[in-house]
């Protein structure tokens, strides 16, 4: 089992920036890609951004390029989202998540085992 927990939501203005941590903790022995998840209400949870094992490959979804980055540090068991010139549409309750692949950024939910509990970001106009 992996537990994974999300911080660093909160409420920020329309062009500004928050970064999201996830700390995982429990079976992290294994080799794991991270995800980022987001959903907003009423809609489906929709992927954002992945990374493989090794940090060497990283994946976005096209609403996020250029202004997400998502980065890990596997000596800390942490991944984050560094979150900049945040637009209204980005609300939504964000998910971490690991998929035990050795490699590669996958990007479909099915590929993901384990998930946080999610974080709240809410972009104001």
């Known amino acids: 089992q992996v537990q994974l927990v999300e911080s660093g939501g909160g409420l920020v203005q329309a062009g500004g920036s928050l970064r999201l941590s996830c700390a995982a903790s429990?079976?992290?022995?294994?080799?794991?890609?991270m995800g980022w998840f987001r959903q907003a209400p009423g809609k489906e949870r929709e992927f954002v951004a992945a990374i493989s094992w090794s940090g060497r490959y990283t994946s976005y979804a096209d609403s996020v390029k250029g202004r997400f980055t998502i980065s890990r540090d596997n000596a800390k068991n942490t991944v984050y989202l560094q979150m900049n010139s945040l637009k209204p549409e980005d609300t939504a309750l964000y998910y971490c998540a690991a998929a035990p692949v050795a490699a590669g950024a996958p990007e479909r939910i099915s590929e993901f085992e384990y998930w946080g509990q999610g974080t709240q970001v809410t972009v104001s106009s």
């Open positions: 429990g079976r992290t022995g294994r080799t794991y890609a």
